[in-house]
């Protein structure tokens, strides 16, 4: 299929296509209180296709009058009508419709979410298809989150917990895995019977507006489910300042996360906040060194490096250093660039222009700093595709720990080596961050393989795998890479409240002016 022809005609009557305006373009509004509305001001933005440098669909542009009103719908049903009146099972039941959905309109959604960010449509393919397990797996989990009976030391009174949900949640995306990380806050706030807001990045609003036809098809109630578009400025701050926003859920980058963390503070928010990283991929000369070269290839270069837990900086023993770099160096040699719905494809390109030129500033930086190019270094010229945002997959060697290319988030194709003599060097190095998002280890050694996991300070350690997830296990950082859990059972307790309720058995109050 080439860009030409790309079909974006959906697959199941559950989805119609979105208006088309005359000049074939798709227009995406606000999703509001179960309609699809303009925004207050008529503004839109572009967005435009990362392979082929098209703008494909204008998206709404929001503000604080849009985000006004999808809080107001958001709130009423959360305090009033069918939503609260739902049972825990009744929300699971909704959520495993939803999820049915999910697996039969997978690849519309993978089609969307490619032409938006330029994924490899495989690997969306892939992902959408997984992310019904967000929704069956909550599901299941909305009427097992149980209160306790507290044995107290009062006597006459009887004290038992109760889990509640929190309120209304602002949930704020980024544009790397748009519709599978908003799943990882959608599902929990929904089985813990939160309503939501979305902010979807303004780059990649798309898919997210073709999802919420699966939400209203699977039966919820208007208003549990609303999104807005456009700016961070513009309608983020809106949405983080709003009083009857109880929670904040956001995934991005560290500076917009520190500023939302601030802001939240000033009033009161909870926060969970999925931030950035510059995870080291630790490889030990006693590791099955085939699977290792795999492990690192996958660490850094898969989805073009743009992955908050890319393993950016590869730590590697001395005394296998220089081979392992010359494997490295053929492993990628001659790697496919396409279009993402091409099978033989295997690098996709960077989803945005500032992010291409974000990572071409960071090369530069490398050289600047003393570090040496051994591989990529530059954008790719693909044919067929002259604007098309490609860029070759990147190594530095002779890299320092404390060198910027070392310490800060680049999130794109481009790896630091660093050599290591043993394992304490490598535990000094791996931690000398601010960041502390996820950590690969590749050793045969059962005795290393322990002591490294414990040693190294990240929310994630792989030991001889990296990437692996599952909804059933909490993701989350260290540091500066974020706060909070999203994933397991965790997960849920983000979206709850305790509440502690003392029941009187007691026959007499006691006058308080008596003491006895
Ligand atoms: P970003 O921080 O620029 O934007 C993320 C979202 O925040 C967007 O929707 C944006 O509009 C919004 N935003 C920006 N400024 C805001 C503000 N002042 N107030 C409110 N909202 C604001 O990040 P990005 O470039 O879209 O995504 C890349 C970043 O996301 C990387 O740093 C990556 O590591 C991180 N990320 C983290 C995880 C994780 O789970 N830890 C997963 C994926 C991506």
Known sequence: ??????????????????????????????????????????????????????????????????????????????????????????????????????????????????????????????????????????????????????????????????????????????????????????????????????????????????????????????????????YGAEVGDALISHKLVERIAFTGGPEAGRMINEKAARHMKRVTLELGGKSPNIVFDDAELDQAIKGAVAGIFAASGQTCVAGSRLLVQDTIHDAFVERLKAFIADVRFGHPSDPATQVAPISTRPQLEKIKSYVEIAKSEGARLVAGGEPASVPGYPKGLFFKPTIFVDVKNSMRIAQEEVFGPVLSVIRFKDEDEAVRIANDTQFGLAAGIWTQSMRRALTMANRVRAGTVWVNNYRSTSTTSPFGGFKMSGVGREGGIAGIREYMETKSVWISTATDIPNPFIRR
């Not at 572009?46 to 542009?61: I, K, L, N, Y």
């Not at 397990?133 to 507290?150: H, Q, R």
């Not at 309503?195 to 919420?212: D, I, N, R, W, Y």
Request: proline share 7%; with cysteine; aromatic share 10%.
């Open 1 to 230: 299929m080439t860009a030409a022809t790309l079909s974006l005609d959906p697959i199941s009557p559950a989805i119609r296509p979105t208006q088309q305006d005359s000049d074939q373009r798709y227009r995406y509004q606000h999703y509001i209180d179960g309609a699809f509305v303009d925004p207050a001001s008529n503004a839109w933005l572009e967005t435009s296709d990362p392979v082929t440098g098209e703008d494909w669909a204008w998206v709404a542009r929001g503000d604080a009058a849009d985000v006004e009103r999808a809080v107001t719908a958001a709130h009423r049903a959360f305090s009033e009508g069918a939503w609260p009146a739902l049972s825990a099972s009744g929300r699971g039941a909704l959520m495993r419709k939803l999820g049915d959905l999910i697996t039969e309109n997978a690849d519309w959604l993978a089609r969307v979410e490619m032409r938006d960010n330029g994924k490899l449509f495989a690997e969306l393919s892939m992902q959408m298809r997984y992310m019904a397990n967000y929704y069956y797996y909550y599901g299941g989990l909305a009427d097992k989150i149980e209160g306790t009976v507290i044995p107290t030391d009062k006597p006459g009174v009887f004290n038992y917990t109760r889990p509640e949900p929190i309120g209304v949640v602002a949930c704020i995306m980024p544009w790397n895995s748009p519709l599978p990380l908003t799943s990882l806050k959608l599902a929990p706030a929904l089985a813990a019977g939160c309503t939501v807001v979305l902010k979807p990045s303004e780059f990649t609003s798309a898919s997210l507006l073709e999802f919420v036809k699966l939400v209203e098809a699977a039966g919820f109630p208007k208003g549990v489910v609303n999104v807005i578009t456009g």
